[in-house]
């Protein structure tokens, strides 16, 4: 059946430095979403992708999808406290959403 | 406006309780997914209504899980003879229309249920 693996599962970083998650399907997706959950919170929405190689940025964060449309990723540049949640990725086969294992993203400041 | 709503935020029963959940999702919005979710993995998807109808289901663990959605926009998750297993927070989520999965999904705080 359908998977999607996130890793690094958690990730500490000092205050300032970057990070980047990946995300790793067994089929090929329509589309992808990223979401991020803080502690105790719900996912929120962050960015979809749809298209093959496609590359979004969002102030310090870049999203990336393969050109297979079976991978992603997320990379934040200069990573700052508020950045600490769990980040998943969504990929979309059609009516259904299979969510990452997520990474768990710590800030040291 | 007003987000996604799920009452109740939290539901202690007992082993081989009926239990009921429900989701009030942003108005106007024709697609809402149930999901669960266990303590450290992502959201594992349920159920699809687009409208009032159960567009894919596939994600009903057992026939113990059923979902209605009568006109189309409140919805709810019945779960029969509850399972200490079934433990899980319960995800709502809608969207403007749910076609084809390309929009975005605003997320309920969710109901956390745990079975004794």
């Known amino acids: 059946g359908q998977q999607v693996m996130q890793i690094p599962q958690y990730q500490h970083v000092q205050e300032g430095e970057d990070f980047t998650t990946y995300c790793n399907s067994s089929t090929t997706l329509s589309n992808i979403q990223w979401y991020k959950q803080r502690p105790g919170g719900h996912p929120v929405f962050l960015i979809q992708?749809?298209?093959?190689?496609e590359v979004k940025k969002q102030k310090r964060l870049t999203f990336q999808f393969g050109e297979a449309k079976k991978n992603s990723s997320l990379h934040i540049t200069a990573t700052q406290t508020t950045d600490v949640g769990t980040y998943f990725c969504?990929?979309?086969?059609?009516?259904?959403?299979?969510f990452g294992t997520g990474t768990s993203l710590t800030v040291i400041p | 406006g007003a987000g996604v709503s799920q009452t109740p935020s939290n539901k202690v029963t007992e082993k081989g309780k009926y239990v009921e959940l429900r989701c009030d999702p942003i108005?106007?919005?024709?697609?809402l997914y149930w999901y669960r979710q266990s303590l450290g993995q992502g959201p594992e998807f349920l159920i699809y209504f687009q409208g009032t109808g159960a567009a894919d289901d596939s994600g009903l663990p057992n026939d113990r899980f059923f979902a209605v959605r009568p006109e189309g926009s409140v919805s709810t998750l019945k779960i029969q003879r509850t399972e200490r297993g079934d433990s899980a927070v319960y995800l709502c989520a809608s969207s403007w229309t749910g076609t084809g999965g390309y929009d975005e999904q605003f997320f309920g705080p969710g109901t956390r249920l745990t079975v004794l």
């Open positions: 969504a990929g979309n086969t059609g009516n259904q959403f299979y």
């Open positions: 108005s106007g919005h024709t697609a």
């Open positions: 992708l749809v298209k093959s190689g």
